[in-house]
């Protein structure tokens, strides 16, 4: 079994930061990548910030200068920086990873079940 966790969502004011962070843990072979998606009211799931396992990166537009994204060197970790938060960021974030078990050589995602970001403006 493979389970993905999040912590670090809540309130906060226009401008503002928050940091989600995110573990995988469970009977994991590989890790390829991980990110951060994010789903508003009324609107699709959004990939906001990825990494790959070779630590290549890359943001939604919306977000560039402005969010930071992370691994840490356990590599089953990812953080995600948010810094000059706007109301417009206010969504459910939900923790993506590709992961191999170690039961197949098939990579499935895998997803956390969500924290809430929410910015007053």
């Known amino acids: 079994q493979v389970q993905v966790v999040e912590s670090g969502g809540g309130l906060v004011q226009s401008g503002g930061s928050l940091r989600l962070s995110c573990a995988a843990s469970?009977?994991?072979?590989?890790?390829?990548?991980m990110g951060w998606y994010r789903q508003a009211p009324g609107k699709q799931r959004e990939l906001v910030a990825g990494?790959?396992?070779?630590?290549?990166?890359n943001y939604v537009d919306s977000v560039k200068g402005r969010f930071t994204i992370s691994r840490g060197s356990a590599k089953n970790t990812v953080y995600l920086q948010m810094n000059s938060l706007k109301p417009e960021d206010t969504a459910v974030y939900y923790c993506?990873?590709?992961?191999?078990?170690?039961?197949?050589?098939?990579?499935?995602?895998?997803w956390g079940q969500g924290t809430q970001v929410t910015v007053s403006s």
């Open positions: 993506n990873a590709l992961i191999q078990t170690m039961w197949s050589t098939k990579v499935s995602d895998y």
């Open positions: 469970g009977s994991i072979f590989s890790i390829n990548g």
């Open positions: 990494i790959t396992s070779d630590a290549r990166i």
